[in-house]
């Protein structure tokens, strides 16, 4: 009985917080055994985009983020069949929890592996990244997963604080080790200088490493800050939190922008860190290795110096701006009427009244600096997605909406493609009844921010 009961234990560990430090095949097998369900596993995932959303492409007309690539439009969440957006918005939590009616594509959205997890970058940005360091970011494992077209430009443009004047000191090129000191150099103090080259260094990171339970089949020098956040934006690259337990509560991670932090109270989208000190920190201690220190020091684990290191990277993201947003008055970040456009304006209207925006989203920078739980699980039974079970959310960050044209996708875990989803999840999930028109002038006022 007592060998019985050690076999079912050895077969069945019990859950732990904590990775595990020792791998149990050697490093060509896991090579070989991942490679080859790389293509399952990203056609799993291919599957689920599908059926819950349309992908295609399709911009909007004459509207275009900061340095020109097209706005994409249109509710892209698919309903079930017979189902209209007007009719679900009739229906209270309840019904639509019964009948099984929320939208799929309002669900959590899975990572392109839940079971794997860790960072992936769109083909994009690995590509320059190799061209410019020859540093490969390439996993064997898995793939980005959602389309181009529906992510943020790049390499996006970069404001300062500091010098409005110059406009976008990046001069079109993604800034890395290769080439941030000719572009700065003269324009940033020394201190900031020192933090950007820091943002711009590889670090060991969970998958992209030199040990051999790496998921880069060469020994990698790792990640930087921005291959993330490029440009000190976004370029939509994708993580789990590292925050959660068991693996499949986990939430995805939509990359923010790090414009603007200056104005920000809170970081981390339920970390709730209180200086993008404590966050910069924490990155490097722990999100970078999924939250666990143990495997951390196994990795090779970078421990920044808090009084200059942490300091000097800090006061460079400071200095990230937002976009222009030319529409918007200066006196108290509302639309300019003299400016604004009747559609734009009838838009406002709606995000400070009936739509109920500005509850959460205040003016001049569209953020509170507090967290809500929108208690989206009145709206749907627990269920598997992919991996990823999506049961509740819990309290989340209000992010500045200044600029949003220029970060999708949308929510903390990239589940809704276009500001379009975007009115249509809140308009659903506050209950706020919108008509179809109000909802059109309410997207056409987000361009605007």
Known sequence: MLLSAAVCSAAEPPPSSYMPVVPKEDFATTV??????????????????????????RPVSGVTMSKGKA??????????RGMTWEKLGG?????IRNQ?????????????HQAEGGMVFPQFHIDEIKRQEQRDLTRFDLDFDLPDHLLPEFPAPIFLTTRPDLGDVSQGKLVTIDNYYELFNGILNPKQLEGLRLLVTPFPQQQFNQTEDRRTVRPSRGVVCFDCHANGHTNASTHLVGDIRPQQFRHRIDTPTLRGVNIQRLFGSQRALKTIE????????????????????KKGVNVLERGSQVHFMAEFQALLDFPPAPKLSVVDGKLDPRKASAQELRGQEVFFGKGRCSTCHVPPYYTDNLMHNLQTERFY????????????????????????????????????MTLDDTVEFFNLVLETKLTTSEKADLVTFLRTL
Do not use: C
Not at 91 to 95: I, L
């Open 381 to 416: 039974k627990p269920v598997d997605v992919n991996g990823r079970f999506a049961s509740a959310d819990g309290p989340i960050k209000t992010f500045p909406l200044r600029g949003i044209k220029d970060s999708p996708p949308y929510l903390h875990d990239d589940r809704l």
């Open 100 to 112: 099984g009616a929320f939208p799929a594509g309002f669900l959590p959205l899975s990572h392109p």
């Open 91 to 95: 229906m209270s939590p309840e019904q």
């Open 278 to 297: 404590d966050f910069t920190e924490f990155e490097q201690r722990a999100a970078y290795f999924d939250g666990d220190p143990v495997i951390a020091t």
């Open 71 to 80: 706005v994409q439009g249109g509710v892209r969440v698919k309903l079930s």
């Open 32 to 57: 070989q055994r991942m490679s080859a369900a790389k293509a399952g596993v990203m056609q799993r995932q291919k599957d689920l985009l599908n059926s819950r959303y349309d992908l295609g492409n």
